[in-house]
Nanobody, 118 residues
Framework: QVQLVESGGGLVQPGGSLRLSCAAS????????MGWFRQAPGEQRELVAD?????????NYADSVKGRFTISSDNAKNTLYLQMNSLKPEDTAVYYC??????????WGQGTQVTVSS
């Protein structure tokens, strides 16, 4: 069973930065893609960014985070990252790591809280 463990969330002031990490229990090469989603209170879970683990590591971002967030993976460490810069109060949410295998199975982490507030 795949396990994904997020870390790096916390409280940050507007304009600040955080880096989220997602450690996978096995090789991330078993995944077709990995990504970060977020869910604010009363809102639906939404895609923040995803990355193709192979296929040249192509990435995709939500319009709301383009130019501020960067998704990356360290295949040797089996870890996915999300570097978040210029954070805004509207970025406040629980952030979830997601992985999809080549067979189409989807796995989720437990989530990490990000709060942007002065």
């Amino acid at each position: 069973q795949v396990q994904l463990v997020e870390s790096g969330g916390g409280l940050v002031q507007p304009g600040g930065s955080l880096r989220l990490s997602c450690a996978a229990s096995g090789s991330i090469f078993s995944f077709n893609s990995m990504g970060w989603f977020r869910q604010a209170p009363g809102e639906q879970r939404e895609l923040v960014a995803d990355i193709r683990i192979r296929s040249g590591g192509s990435t995709n971002y939500a319009d709301s985070v383009k130019g501020r967030f960067t998704i990356s993976s360290d295949n040797a460490k089996n870890t996915l990252y999300l570097q978040m810069n210029s954070l805004k109060p509207e970025d406040t949410a629980v952030y979830y790591c997601n992985a999809i295998t080549w067979g189409g199975s989807r796995f989720w982490g437990q989530g990490t809280q990000v709060t942007v507030s002065s």
